[in-house]
C-alpha cells in the first residue's frame, strides 16, 4: 500500500507562487510515473505535471512555462514548484503514482491539497 503526504497548498495572490510537495511512503516502483493533478469545482480532474523516473517531465499546455515539477533522489517525493500563479489555477491538487509491474498496474492518489488564487 502506498500513502501521500502533500503540503504546501493554500490561499495566493496572483502573480504569486506556491510549492507542493508529495511525499510518498510504502511500497513504491522505483520506474513509477509520479506526477500533479488538479480538480476544480464543477470540473473533471486533469493532469497538470507528470515526471518519469528517468526525469522526463510532461506538463499541461496551461502550465507550461510556469509550473515546473521535480523529483528527489530517491523518487519517492515529487515536488511542483509554480509561479505566476493565476485564478484559473485554482483547485484541488491531487499526487499520483503509477506503474506497470509484475501484478500488473498500479495506481496510488493523494488526499489532495488546495491551492486558490485569489485577490
Known amino acids: 500500500q502506498v500513502q501521500f503526504v502533500e503540503s504546501g497548498g493554500g490561499l495566493v495572490q496572483p502573480g504569486g507562487s506556491l510549492r507542493l510537495s508529495c511525499a510518498a511512503s510504502?511500497?513504491?516502483?522505483?520506474?513509477?510515473?509520479m506526477g500533479w493533478y488538479r480538480q476544480a469545482p464543477g470540473k473533471q480532474r486533469t493532469m497538470v505535471a507528470i515526471i518519469t523516473w528517468r526525469g522526463n517531465a510532461n506538463y499541461a499546455d496551461s502550465v507550461k512555462g510556469r509550473f515546473t515539477i521535480s523529483r528527489d533522489n530517491a523518487k519517492t517525493t515529487v515536488y511542483l514548484q509554480m509561479n505566476s500563479l493565476k485564478p484559473e489555477d485554482t483547485a484541488v491538487y491531487f499526487c499520483n503514482a503509477a506503474w506497470i509491474g509484475s501484478s500488473g498496474y498500479s495506481d496510488y492518489w493523494g488526499q489532495g491539497t488546495q491551492v486558490t488564487v485569489s485577490s
Open positions: 510504502g511500497t513504491i516502483s522505483s520506474t513509477a510515473v
